[in-house]
């Protein structure tokens, strides 16, 4: 079927937004709750139509969608995907959907405002993920505060969730604002002689990936970049929102705040690749940067007690191998740092949910409160195991291979980033199965916990789906390594101005210093 011609990745970010409409206009709860869950139904579908059509052979981008917007500043409706991208478009319209089935009970005011804009932000995530254009990607950048303000403040499970709220859009906004200024000298200093429709402003990214930033703007312009999007990952030390959010926000919001990690896209799709020079200059910074997350967000999480604030710091410690991988510059690290970014839109995400059910039948997460779960729910336990082993990278799973190519290329790059993350690994399996004996066994003291109800229906099958994913891309990697095989080869070509790319040579050079 040709699909040229066809506005998918347009309809991708219409759709749920008209469906946010209609779902805050539903007029009774019933209606509301049906509406945002057929609208979330068909956005999955339509973004695994858009991974269907994708060819993961062309490492180009696909699908593009092109519209003058501000002809005299340079600025397009511009859309596009490559093999970075399409990966996340199936994954965020899925977190989504468990999202939204996962509040039915927990969610008890204003559902049908707070199904709307959980559609509302799943419409700007999809524009984040497909914006080609800077500008237009700086608008959806900033559109994800409202909703996430709302969700938090609304409907936070915390005494403290409003001053949450605000300081995560605090946070957000210091961080939007060191990307607002790399964006502009970025377009203004960018090779563009004027013309009559414009001021010789470059906004357009494939344009700007071809057109080399001059090496003296470079520096700034990386640094400024990485400073916008690391506030957002989180790496340390702009990681302090998370822990806060994470308790006082709903479950449903941490589940989508630390599954979708827009941050380290962003630094993939463009802090690197627009300035490729400062990026390996500079990788040494963020293998630092990283290796600090990564250890401190595991040591952190070693000392917790409550189950939610250990899976954020879970969530910063990971993310910190990512980055590690990132900054080593070869295949296995970035090829790695993808499918790990995809493995926490199921495995970090599914965990928060669980958390959830905790939260809304104990009124805690701590393991004080809970020991002895196990016994009362079983279903629960079983799943809730599934996803620590993912989360530690047990063989089997998803989070194996992930986590085996991020520790290889952290080893070719150099020695101290990979004892970091082989200690990191070690101090993962520690946290999450010392928590897991503490919650999950031992006698039952507390009579709340004995009353416990396990899983519904409705939660036991929605955890199914993560479940069978983890299995499945655990045992059959290449499906998701294939995918961006390509983009990533001719990612680390832009960065490297090279054809072809050898490891071993990329962590010679970029470590030699």
């Not at 690994?425 to 004996?437: C, G, N």
């Not at 916990?449 to 939660?459: G, K, W, Y």
Request: with cysteine.
């Amino acid at each position: 079927m040709n699909t040229e011609n066809l506005p998918l990745l347009s309809f991708q970010i219409l759709f749920p937004l008209l469906g946010a409409i209609a779902t805050g206009f539903a007029g009774n709860i019933l209606r509301a709750r049906n509406i945002a869950v057929g609208i979330a139904i068909i956005e999955l579908l339509c973004a695994l139509w858009v991974w269907y059509c994708f060819n993961p052979e062309n490492a180009d981008f696909q699908l593009i969608e092109r519209h003058n917007w501000i002809p005299g500043l340079g600025v397009e409706y511009l859309l596009g995907i490559d093999g970075i991208s399409v990966l996340f478009f199936p994954m965020s319209a899925f977190v989504t959907l468990m999202a939204i089935i996962a509040s039915w009970n927990s969610i008890q005011h204003m559902q049908a405002f707070h199904y709307a804009l959980l559609l509302a932000l799943e419409g700007i995530t999809m524009g984040v993920f497909t914006a080609l254009d800077l500008v237009l990607f700086f608008l959806f950048w900033e559109l994800t505060l409202p909703p996430i303000f709302f969700l938090i403040g609304l409907w936070g499970v915390g005494p403290h969730r409003r001053t949450a709220a605000v300081k995560y859009t605090l946070f957000m906004l210091f961080g939007g604002a060191a990307l607002l200024m790399g964006i502009v000298i970025l377009a203004i200093k960018s090779e563009s002689p004027p013309t009559a429709n414009n001021v010789g402003l470059v906004f357009n990214l494939p344009l700007l990936l071809e057109k080399a930033l001059p090496d003296e703007y470079q520096g700034i312009v990386f640094l400024l970049f990485l400073l916008g999007f690391a506030v957002k990952t989180p790496l340390f030390p702009f990681h302090t929102w998370m822990p806060t959010v994470t308790m006082e926000g709903s479950p449903q919001v941490a589940a989508l705040l630390t599954g979708l990690k827009l941050g380290g896209y962003g630094i993939i799709r463009f802090a690197m690749p627009l300035a490729p020079s400062a990026a390996v200059e500079y990788s040494w910074l963020l293998g630092v940067l990283g290796a600090i997350t990564l250890i401190y967000g595991a040591l952190n999480a070693l000392n917790q007690s409550n189950l939610r604030r250990l899976l954020a710091y879970a969530s910063i410690s990971h993310i910190g191998l990512v980055i590690v991988g990132v900054s080593a510059l070869n295949m296995q690290g970035i090829q790695g740092a993808v499918f790990q970014l995809f493995n926490f839109t199921i495995v970090a995400s599914s965990l928060m949910l669980i958390a959830g059910f905790i939260q809304h039948r104990l009124g805690s997460t701590d393991y004080l409160h809970m020991g002895g779960l196990a016994k009362v729910m079983p279903k629960l336990t079983c799943f809730y195991f599934i996803f620590v082993l993912a989360s530690i990278g047990m063989p089997g799973t998803n989070g194996f291979p992930a986590e085996l190519l991020l520790i290889i290329s952290a080893l070719e790059a150099h020695p101290s980033l990979g004892i970091a993350a082989i200690s990191a690994a070690v101090l993962s399996a520690a946290y999450m199965l010392d928590f897991t004996r503490k919650a999950f066994f031992g006698p039952i003291i507390l009579q709340t916990v004995r009353q416990c109800r396990d899983l519904r229906r409705r939660e036991f099958i929605l955890l199914c789906g993560p479940a069978l994913l983890v299995l499945a891309f655990g045992i059959f990697p290449n499906s998701i390594l294939y995918t961006h095989q390509k983009s990533a080869e001719k990612w680390l070509s832009l960065i490297l101005d090279q054809p072809i790319v050898k490891s071993d040579e990329v962590a010679e050079s970029t470590f030699s210093k």
